[in-house]
């Protein structure tokens, strides 16, 4: 008897490993079908990004940060982006687009896969393992970051691959090569998108304790020079140029200055960082059917910066994967409800290990094992704080800018799980579970919305294009919306 058990353990443990991987799997598929689905120029200031990525290639340099749409960015997606798109620029712009998205594809699954491992590693059981890796595949904002022309995808990949060295170097702060892993992953983090300065903050934490030794104080050395060396020039340059390390084109004159003043209602003020309008349960959207400002069809309750947050992390918020009509309103009218509503439980499970994690740093100090975890959400939050509050427009307080959080939220998932017991930890994966299967199927372009009508971004980025001659914009457009109305 005693000698099946181990036998009967492995076994299940090779079928829960199995069916994780079959999640993985399963995610692979649907990213892949949305990447050729989903019509291209889809997405957050894509047309921005793909004339950054033309530029590079026709005049073989980095733009000035506020030479355009979305040159403030870091350029490592854009520089790995145009190896993909020159050589697939003559097959067409479906092609084109699903080929470019495949960056972001592969860099969501790279996230998975890193929370995978840990998960294991710290021995979580799988049923949880399997529901906090797939709500990372499927919740909303991954699957839209996931699978459109940006760099928030592989900013995320690239902090989450950084964890791992960061976490062993929390359990003991000498390993060379995990220094060496963190920083090179930190820095590329950093060179790609400025939310990377989350991951570098968790770089720290493991040196930030009395008694370092030599070693440990060269891995400290090694894991700064590391990351410097690949991000500092990126905010050099941009301090050479501009005067400040984190440019922003919404800073300057401009129609992308324009656009966020355009969806401004009022300054922030305290009360939106207080309490949750329920109202986004209700319409989890930009645009409304009831609006206080002449002309404006916008969702006043996303002043509310949490209640914006949340919304587009579990919908998507700002209309761009899902056609929105305020006269005749359609399948958002449940769709959107029934993401947001699903969300709540995981999300408060999140929030429930975060809290855990933090008693564990108020008991024993940064030496906690998820220490550099709770820094990283900490600092995030902070950020996110501070740009919302300077940058008022509703379409500002977008929950994917909190995405590279993706594998320390599993991490916090799964710790929240933990901490229930029998029936209610049942009943609590199998909501999760649920969430994650809905968004999924909803997400899944055709299946309950068709693709987006081109049209829409074709007369939007031409607009823009005119105003940023030589941008490239308005030749990044043809080539990827070809002869579609």
């Not at 291209?40 to 733009?63: F, K, V």
């Not at 940060?65 to 190896?83: I, R, V």
């Not at 990351?227 to 129609?255: H, K, Q, W, Y």
């Not at 809290?355 to 709770?374: N, Q």
Request: aromatic share 10%.
């Amino acid at each position: 008897m005693s000698n099946s058990e181990p036998t009967a353990e492995k076994s299940g443990a090779r079928r829960s490993s199995r069916a994780m991987w079959c999640v993985v799997l399963l995610a692979l598929v649907l990213y892949s079908w949305n990447a050729i689905r989903v019509t291209p120029l889809t997405g957050y200031d894509a047309g921005g990004h793909a004339g950054y990525i033309l530029t590079l290639i026709e005049q073989h340099r980095l733009p000035h940060p506020h030479e355009g749409w979305s040159t403030f960015h870091p350029p490592a997606y854009y520089l790995m982006s145009a190896l993909v798109w020159a050589p697939l620029a003559p097959l067409g712009g479906v092609t084109l687009s699903a080929g470019v998205r495949a960056i972001s594809v592969l860099s969501i699954l790279a996230a998975a896969v890193v929370l995978l491992r840990l998960l294991n590693v710290r021995g979580v059981a799988p049923g949880a393992s399997a529901v906090a890796v797939a709500l990372a595949l499927f919740v909303p904002c991954s699957q839209l970051a996931g699978t459109w022309l940006g760099n928030e995808a592989l900013g995320v990949a690239f902090a989450s691959l950084a964890l791992p060295g960061v976490l062993a170097l929390q359990r003991s702060p000498h390993q060379l090569s995990a220094a060496f892993r963190a920083g090179a992953f930190a820095g590329l983090a950093l060179a790609t998108k400025f939310t990377g300065v989350f991951v570098v903050a968790a770089c720290v934490v493991p040196f930030l304790r009395g008694g370092l030794d030599r070693r440990a104080r060269g891995a400290a050395a090694l894991l700064v020079v590391t990351a410097a060396a690949i991000a500092g020039p990126v905010f050099v340059r941009n301090a050479i140029l501009t005067g400040s390390p984190v440019p922003m084109t919404r800073d300057e004159p401009g129609p992308a200055q324009w656009w966020e003043e355009y969806t401004v209602f009022r300054e922030r003020r305290l009360g939106d960082y207080l309490g949750f309008p329920l109202s986004v349960f209700r319409e989890p959207t930009l645009l409304t059917r009831e609006s206080t400002v002449p002309g404006k069809h916008y969702n006043e309750a996303l002043l509310n910066v949490w209640g914006a947050a949340y919304a587009s992390f579990w919908y998507d918020t700002f209309n761009h994967r899902f056609p929105y009509d305020v006269r005749r309103p359609g399948h958002e009218v449940w769709a959107g409800p029934l993401l947001t509503g699903l969300g709540v439980l995981p999300t408060a499970l999140v929030l429930l290990g975060l809290t855990l994690c933090v008693r564990d740093v108020l008991r024993s100090g940064l030496r906690a094992p998820d220490a550099p975890l709770v820094v990283m959400a900490g600092v995030a939050l902070v950020t996110f704080v501070t740009f919302t509050a300077r940058a008022p427009a509703l379409v500002a307080a977008k929950g994917s800018y909190l995405l590279p959080l993706l594998v320390p939220a599993g991490l916090f998932f799964a710790r929240g799980v933990g901490a229930l017991r029998g029936r209610v930890r049942h009943a609590a994966l199998g909501v999760s579970a649920a969430a994650a299967l809905a968004a999924a199927l909803i997400f899944t372009s055709g299946l309950v919305f068709d693709p987006s009508n081109p049209a829409a971004a074709r007369k939007g980025w031409s607009v823009i294009a005119k105003q940023l001659p030589g941008q490239h914009i308005d030749e990044a457009v043809e080539m990827l919306l070809g002869a579609s109305r």
